[in-house]
């Protein structure tokens, strides 16, 4: 079965930094958008980052924006997402997705429904 999967989770401090990786094996992602979500105990799965085929192309959840980075390697078919600044609030199952929708837009990419291959999931915990 062809799906992502997540690496690098844990547990880490309050204001420490960690990066979660995503590979994919049997597939080649190098054409799809990505995205990363999480979620939390209680909460529904929100929005955190997501990159799209071309390197740059990069989206941000506010909360997330200035501490997260979201990058790709292509040639490893790898997606990651550098944590910095680590919050408690951050503490949640975090999930890399693949979407198949060509021309994706920005606002779309937000969307969980518009992705079809998701990762089983991460844990990150953030104690404060």
């Known amino acids: 079965q062809v799906r992502p999967v997540e690496s690098g989770g844990g547990l880490v401090q309050a204001g420490d930094s960690m990066r979660l990786s995503c590979a994919a094996s049997g597939y080649t992602f190098s054409n799809n958008a990505m995205g990363w979500f999480r979620q939390a105990p209680g909460k529904e799965r929100e929005f955190v980052s997501g990159?799209?085929?071309?390197?740059?192309?990069?989206y941000y959840a506010e909360f997330v924006k200035g501490r997260f980075d979201i990058s790709r390697d292509n040639a490893k078919n790898t997606v990651y997402l550098q944590m910095n600044t680590l919050k408690h609030e951050d503490m949640a199952v975090y999930y890399c997705?693949?979407?198949?929708?060509?021309?994706?837009?920005?606002?779309?990419?937000?969307?969980?429904?518009?992705?079809?291959?998701w990762g089983q999931g991460t844990q990150v915990t953030v104690s404060s």
């Open positions: 997705a693949a979407t198949s929708v060509l021309g994706i837009t920005a606002q779309a990419m937000r969307d969980a429904l518009n992705y079809g291959y």
């Open positions: 990159i799209r085929r071309t390197p740059g192309s990069t």
